[in-house]
């Protein structure tokens, strides 16, 4: 749903930002209340800042003062509008892209981009990995049946809960700094330590714990690799047991 004031001019949003700034609201506070209303039309955190400084300093007209040098004409209303339905429509468009495509500089580009429109790079987060919708819907019914469990049982249902997971544990681990820490005189000379680094050789430990502590620690045999056949004998000749 769009904002319910997204037609604005900047004028208007600068008299907003000085009537906050009047209240002596937080520059956090001035921000977030325009941008609630005035949605993807909103000025920038930059450009709300600068004006505060502005008023601070003493400014009280809301208006672009007029310029001594030569009009910019590469940043204008319909090369900014441009630029925003362009990135909407790929959020992949490089600067470099859109400066071509209106045939401005680079830095004018930059200054639509980030200072007019908001817009800022960002990563894709990673996951471990992409599930189907049929391993989607089995997880949500296991944990369904989980809390079904817990809604009839209560806490004893989650004392019976055993865990496991996967480690690689290296044969030497070298000394941490905080592990090196020691009481000393005023006058005592400085103790050194010489960076190392973990062994090389590490083996791989799986550990399965529950509410009460570790119950099973497993070191994979050299040589062996963890496959579903491997896995379910531990289960079975390891694990049961220790249970």
């Known amino acids: 749903m769009a904002a319910p004031l997204s037609v604005c001019t900047k004028e208007e949003q600068r008299g907003v930002i000085r009537f906050l700034w009047s209240e002596?609201?937080?520059?956090?506070?001035?921000?977030?209340?325009?941008?609630?209303?005035?949605?993807?039309?909103?000025?920038?955190?930059?450009?709300?800042?600068?004006?505060?400084?502005?008023?601070?300093?003493?400014?009280?007209?809301?208006?672009?003062?007029?310029?001594?040098?030569?009009?910019?004409?590469?940043?204008?209303?319909?090369?900014?509008?441009?630029?925003?339905?362009?990135?909407?429509?790929?959020?992949?468009?490089?600067?470099?892209?859109?400066?071509?495509?209106?045939?401005?500089?680079?830095?004018?580009?930059y200054d639509i981009i980030h200072n007019r429109l908001g817009f800022c790079e960002v990563c894709a987060r990673l996951v471990a990995k992409e599930f189907t919708e049929e391993q989607k819907n089995n997880r949500v019914a296991i944990c369904q049946r989980l809390l079904d469990r817990y809604a009839n049982e209560g806490e004893a249902f989650l004392t019976r809960i055993v865990t496991g997971d996967e480690t690689w544990v290296h044969h030497f681990a070298p000394e941490s700094k905080r592990q090196t820490m020691e009481w000393k005189h005023p006058g005592s000379p400085v103790k050194k330590k010489f960076k190392s680094q973990p062994s090389a050789g590490k083996v791989m430990l799986t550990i399965f714990w529950d509410s009460q502590g570790v119950i099973l620690e497993h070191y994979l045999e050299r040589g062996t690799t963890v496959n579903s056949v491997r896995y379910t004998e531990m289960l079975s000749t390891e694990l049961k047991p220790a249970i």
């Open 24 to 109: 002596d609201a937080p520059g956090a506070e001035i921000h977030r209340r325009p941008s609630a209303q005035y949605g993807v039309s909103a000025l920038p955190r930059r450009s709300v800042y600068e004006w505060i400084e502005k008023f601070q300093h003493g400014r009280t007209s809301v208006k672009d003062e007029e310029s001594a040098g030569r009009p910019s004409t590469s940043i204008t209303d319909s090369n900014v509008e441009d630029a925003r339905a362009m990135i909407l429509e790929n959020r992949r468009v490089t600067i470099d892209e859109v400066a071509n495509h209106f045939e401005i500089s680079h830095g004018s580009a």
